[in-house]
């Protein structure tokens, strides 16, 4: 069965340092990923998308990574603020699905 | 503002009884979702909607039915309520189609939903 996975446990990061998150698939084949942010009691916010056919993206201090060979994408966070801390969650997307799949996250802590 | 706006935000009911939660969206959207998250944090699609066409998870039982009066509403009826459907749902919607992946989503604030 299709499974996206990421890291399980809480990340702790001190200020200033680069986060980076990671996010696994099998059994997948995604045309797309996309990363969301979620903050308590919040719904999640879309951050970046990236394509199959692409190596790299950036938007601000958030850099994306897709290697359909590792079926990996890494999601950095450089010059990490405490305002940064939420959980962040990576998403797949199919050219025959009809919605996004979702992993389950992983808490990022940034600490003065 | 724009946005996709859920109500109500907090629901607390018994076993056995039938709820609503709404969805409204002013974006423009074409294509609506409804997802559920559980005590885990996990996001799981249940609904997908485009323009009144509704793709449904088989996962999903049958107590659970969306409903579409137009293309900017997409309200969710839950029948028969049991303890296993306690969770946060979520609304959310996009520019395009999911199998096209142009566009990100944008999600309500969720629905928090006990049953006691």
């Known amino acids: 069965s299709q499974k996206i996975e990421q890291n399980s446990e809480a990340l702790n990061i001190q200020e200033g340092k680069t986060a980076t998150l990671t996010c696994n698939y099998t059994?997948?084949?995604?045309?797309?990923l996309q990363w969301y942010r979620q903050d308590p009691g919040r719904g999640p916010v879309f951050l970046l998308l990236?394509?199959?056919?692409?190596k790299e993206k950036r938007k601000e201090r958030l850099k994306v990574t897709f290697d359909t060979t590792l079926k990996q994408s890494l999601f950095h966070i450089t010059a990490s603020q405490p305002a940064d801390s939420a959980t962040y969650l990576c998403?797949?997307?199919?050219?025959?699905?009809?919605?996004?799949?979702f992993g389950k996250g992983t808490s990022l802590l940034v600490t003065p | 503002d724009t946005a996709v706006s859920q109500t109500p935000k907090y629901l607390v009911t018994q076993m056995g009884n039938d709820k609503s939660i709404k969805c409204e969206q002013n974006?423009?959207?074409?294509?609506m979702y409804w997802y559920k998250q559980d005590s885990k944090k996990f996001l799981k699609i249940m609904f997908s909607?485009?323009?009144?066409?509704?793709?449904i998870n088989e996962t999903v039982p049958n107590r659970f039915s969306p409903k579409s009066p137009d293309k900017a509403h997409l309200n969710l009826h839950i029948n028969s309520l049991e303890l296993g459907d306690s969770a946060v749902y979520f609304c959310?919607?996009?520019?395009?189609?999911?199998?096209?992946?142009?566009?990100?989503?944008?999600f309500g604030s969720g629905t928090r939903l006990t049953v006691v």
């Open positions: 959310a919607s996009s520019q395009d189609q999911a199998w096209q992946g142009i566009y990100g989503y944008t």
């Open positions: 059994n997948y084949s995604p045309a797309y």
């Open positions: 990236i394509r199959e056919n692409e």
């Open positions: 998403a797949l997307g199919s050219n025959s699905g009809y919605a996004l799949n």
């Open positions: 974006l423009g959207h074409d294509t």
């Open positions: 909607y485009n323009n009144k066409e509704l793709i």
